[in-house]
């Protein structure tokens, strides 16, 4: 364990964003992770749990209080049938968790690329390219600071939902400390379920390709989204998408269709994909496009991607306060032409948008 006061978060973000915290505690194994949680709690201390810090934004005074940052190292797999079930601890790094050559893990392909720690993955229930991760966790291994205890959570118990889970419904109770994935074995990927990805690979929807051909087109498609991170690229200096992909409640997705057609013509149409419990999924990016806000809008230091609407970007020098005013401008203007209300993906510190 490793114990520092009045030290700088920005660096420690992909945004680039955020004062100092007054304690930074960086744990190495489990035990430690915990001890510095609870001795915290005791203290009624404020907590922020800090992994890879791509999916958060950082107010510019900082943080007053205990910030734990995971460095917890640890993978073991076994089999189970014909099936790899893979124990990774939070601190494990998502993107090299999924290079390894060992038994060519089948069930992550589309998430190649994604920044941040394997403990992120099942709060955010990240997904892309038609994966969730959420399709392959078998179990979260977790300290709940309500009961003061470790405890193992199904996949039942973790309430995955789009880009939502019960850790994430419940940050101030939950610490993930490692995930059990369940795995197949192949050089075939899973069946490709993104129209984008599926042209990329030449491949009809539903269809299987070539593991290392998904992997790469994925990171092709993404770096083309400035979504993997690169130092010599500013476009990368995010949170990834900021805004998730609205949901919504049949009338409201009737609402927006007469919407839509009113300000863009009778043929127009946001994109829609049902959902099992009846909802509408629509483009967040589409709603941003045609509310006026293209690539590269707003000058100064913080503002849209060239690359993404849906990312915004410090260009250099933003700050916290600046990427907020972005991103409440981007909210704003999309409710007031469509009616609909972007929700933030990062967790946003501090003051909230």
């Not at 007054?22 to 949680?37: I, N, P, S």
């Not at 124990?87 to 392909?109: F, Y």
């Amino acid at each position: 364990m490793l114990e520092r006061s009045d030290v700088p978060l920005a660096p420690l973000t992909t945004l680039r964003v955020g004062g100092p915290a007054r304690r930074l505690v960086t744990v190495y194994d489990e035990a430690e992770l915990v001890t510095a949680v609870r001795v915290a709690d005791d203290a009624g201390e404020p907590v922020l749990v800090l992994g890879g810090g791509s999916n958060l934004l950082l107010p510019d005074e900082g943080f007053d209080g205990t910030v734990v940052r995971i460095a917890v190292r640890g993978l073991a797999g076994r089999r189970d049938g014909d099936r790899v079930l893979l124990d990774a601890a939070a601190g494990e790094d998502w993107d090299a968790r999924q290079r390894l050559d060992a038994d060519q893990p089948v069930g992550v392909e589309a998430l190649s690329g994604i920044p941040g720690l394997v403990g992120a993955s099942p709060v955010q229930n990240i997904g892309a390219y038609g994966q969730d991760v959420s399709q392959t966790v078998t179990a979260v291994r977790a300290y709940d600071r309500r009961a003061r205890e470790v405890v193992v959570l199904s996949p039942e118990q973790c309430q995955f939902s789009y880009r939502h889970s019960a850790f994430k419904a419940s940050p101030a109770r939950w610490v993930v400390l490692a995930v059990q994935f369940a795995l197949a074995e192949g050089s075939l990927s899973a069946p490709v379920r993104y129209a984008e990805l599926a042209r990329r690979l030449g491949v009809e929807l539903g269809e299987p390709a070539p593991l290392t051909e998904v992997r790469e087109a994925v990171l092709a498609l993404r770096r083309g989204k400035g979504m993997v991170l690169d130092a010599a690229d500013p476009d990368t200096r995010s949170a990834g998408s900021f805004f998730t992909n609205p949901l919504l409640a049949p009338d409201d997705a009737a609402a927006l269709r007469e919407r839509v057609r009113l300000r863009l013509g009778d043929d127009a149409r946001a994109p829609e994909w049902p959902e099992p419990d009846g909802r509408v999924k629509t483009s967040a990016a589409w709603l941003i496009e045609r509310a006026g806000f293209g690539r590269g809008a707003f000058d100064g230091p913080a503002g849209l991607s060239g690359k993404h609407t849906l990312a915004l970007v410090n260009r250099g020098g933003a700050t916290s306060a600046d990427l907020k005013r972005v991103a409440r401008a981007v909210r704003d203007g999309v409710r007031e032409v469509f009616g609909v209300e972007l929700v933030p993906e990062p967790v946003v510190v501090g003051e909230p948008l």
